[in-house]
C-alpha cells in the first residue's frame, strides 16, 4: 500500500525566503508525482507534475524535484510571497485507473 | 485549462437527510471522475472511482450504499450521502481525468447537524 508523507506540517516563513516542502513515498513504481496547492475551504490547483522518467520540472518560482529511486520528492519555492500562503500537498500515481495517493501536506504562511 | 465545477460548495443538513453532490466537467468529456473526502488537518482520501455508464468502484472501508455515486453522462457525475449523520461532516471534493491530469472541483463542504 502506498504511503505520502509530507514534512513539515506546517512552516512560517517571512517574505522574500526561499524555502522547500518535502514529499517521501513508499512504492517507489510510480506513474508520475504532482504537486497542488490548496486554500482553504477551496479545491485543488496543480502546480506541477513531473513524470517517473523526469527528474525535475519548473514553473515560475516553483521547481519540483523528483528522486524515484529513494522515494522522494522535493519542492522548491524562491522568493516566497504572501500569497503562497496555502496549503501544498504532494499526490502520487501509482496502479491503474488514475489512482492518486495524496499526502497530509504541508500548511505554508509566509508573513509580512 | 479545464474546468471542473463542483456545486454546492457548502451545505447543512439535518441528521437522517440525504444531499446530493453534482461535479461537471465543463469543457471536456470526462469518462472517469474521482471522489474524495478530507477531514479537517487530514489528507485527501479517495472514496471511490466513478466510471461512465457503470458502477462506481468504491475504496475499501467505503459504504456503497451511503454514498451513492451515479455518473449517467460524460460530464457529470453526482455524489449522494444518504442519511446523513454528524461523522459524515466533511469536504468532499472530486477530479475529472483528461489525459494524464487531473482537474479538481472547488469541493463541497458537508456539515451535517
Known amino acids: 500500500k502506498q504511503e505520502v508523507t509530507q514534512i513539515p506540517a506546517a512552516l512560517s516563513v517571512p517574505e522574500g525566503e526561499n524555502l522547500v516542502l518535502n514529499c517521501s513515498f513508499t512504492?517507489?513504481?510510480?506513474?508520475?508525482l504532482q504537486w497542488f496547492r490548496q486554500d482553504p475551504g477551496k479545491g485543488l490547483t496543480s502546480l506541477l507534475l513531473?513524470?517517473?522518467?523526469?527528474r525535475e520540472q519548473t514553473s515560475g518560482r516553483l521547481n519540483a524535484s523528483l528522486d524515484k529511486s529513494s522515494g522522494r520528492s522535493t519542492l522548491y519555492i524562491a522568493a516566497s510571497q504572501p500569497g503562497d500562503s496555502a496549503t501544498y500537498l504532494c499526490?502520487?500515481?501509482?496502479?491503474?485507473?488514475?489512482?492518486?495517493?495524496f499526502g497530509t501536506g504541508t500548511r505554508l504562511q509566509v508573513t509580512l | 485549462g479545464a474546468v471542473v465545477s463542483q456545486h454546492p460548495s457548502w451545505v447543512i443538513c439535518k441528521s437522517g437527510t440525504s444531499v446530493k453532490i453534482e461535479c461537471r466537467s465543463l469543457?471536456?468529456?470526462?469518462?472517469?471522475m474521482f471522489w474524495y473526502r478530507q477531514f479537517p488537518k487530514q489528507s485527501l482520501m479517495l472514496m471511490a472511482t466513478?466510471?461512465?455508464?457503470?458502477?462506481?468502484?468504491?475504496e475499501q472501508g467505503v459504504e456503497k450504499d451511503k454514498f451513492l455515486i451515479n455518473h449517467a453522462s460524460l460530464t457529470l457525475s453526482t455524489l449522494t450521502v444518504t442519511s446523513a449523520h454528524p461523522e459524515d461532516s466533511s469536504f468532499y471534493i472530486c477530479?475529472?481525468?483528461?489525459?494524464?491530469?487531473?482537474?479538481f472541483g472547488s469541493g463541497t463542504q458537508l456539515s451535517v447537524l
Open positions: 477530479s475529472a481525468s483528461r489525459g494524464e491530469k487531473l482537474f
Open positions: 512504492d517507489s513504481a510510480i506513474y508520475n
Open positions: 513531473i513524470q517517473s522518467s523526469q
Open positions: 499526490a502520487v500515481l501509482t496502479g491503474t485507473a488514475s489512482k492518486l495517493t
Open positions: 469543457d471536456f468529456q470526462a469518462t472517469t
Open positions: 466513478s466510471n461512465e455508464g457503470s458502477k462506481a468502484t468504491y
